[in-house]
Every structure is written in structure tokens, then in C-alpha cells.
Nanobody, 123 residues
Framework: VQLQASGGGSVQPGESLRLSCAVS????????MGWHRQAPGKQRELVAT???????IYADSVKGRFTLSRDNAKNTVYLQMNSLKPEDTAVYYC??????????????????WGQGTLVTVSS
């Protein structure tokens, strides 16, 4: 199972970006999925996630500006980021808590990460 993230870039304050993260592979089930970010010199932090219980969690710093959505048919989540600020500059990582099955049907639980995509907000 692989997570493929895309959509980062460089924008000015107040502008928008949309990140995408697609899960690919065979015989898997996504339990939770979302985005984290890591700014230079800081620890990785949660941005937004569809949690195991079905609710959506946002970091306080992005509430009202970022929206998490998903396309279950495409196993893809999107992070729409509006009104971007310089403090949103970071590498954004998609993350999924999932189960998949080996060819012999052995179940495997995994917390998987995408490769990271850089978002730079600067004037």
C-alpha cells in the first residue's frame, strides 16, 4: 500500500492551495486518514484528519481556513487550504491508519505516510 501526495507549491499570503493524497494497493481498508505538517525547526503536527470514529479533527490554527474532504471511490483525501499565512509554510505529509491483507490473507495493520509535499507561503 502506498500514499501519493501532490499539490504543494509556493503562494502569497491570502492565496489558496489544494493538496491531494491517494492510497493505492490491493485489499486494504482505510480506518483514518489526514494530513500532518512539519515546519523548519519544529515538530510534526496534526493539521486535519478523518478520525476512526468518523469525526473530522482540525488543528486550532487552521480551523475556518482549511477543509478536509475525501473521495472514497478514489481512496483520496483532499486538503483545501484557503487564506494561507506565512506560518502555514511547512512540508505537509498525508497519513493513513489502515489495514491490508497479504496474498495469503494475513492481515496487517499499518500507519502509513506519504512522501511529503512542500507548501511555502511568502510575499
Amino acid at each position: 500500500v502506498q500514499l501519493q501526495a501532490s499539490g504543494g507549491g509556493s503562494v502569497q499570503p491570502g492565496e489558496s492551495l489544494r493538496l491531494s493524497c491517494a492510497v493505492s494497493g490491493r485489499r486494504f481498508r482505510i480506518n483514518a486518514m489526514g494530513w500532518h505538517r512539519q515546519a523548519p525547526g519544529k515538530q510534526r503536527e496534526l493539521v486535519a484528519t478523518f478520525a476512526l470514529g468518523g469525526n473530522t479533527i482540525y488543528a486550532d490554527s487552521v480551523k475556518g481556513r482549511f477543509t478536509l474532504s475525501r473521495d472514497n471511490a478514489k481512496n483520496t483525501v483532499y486538503l483545501q487550504m484557503n487564506s494561507l499565512k506565512p506560518e502555514d509554510t511547512a512540508v505537509y505529509y498525508c497519513n493513513a491508519d489502515l489495514n491490508y491483507w497479504l496474498p495469503d490473507s494475513t492481515p496487517v495493520a499499518e500507519n502509513a505516510w506519504g512522501q511529503g509535499t512542500l507548501v511555502t507561503v511568502s510575499s
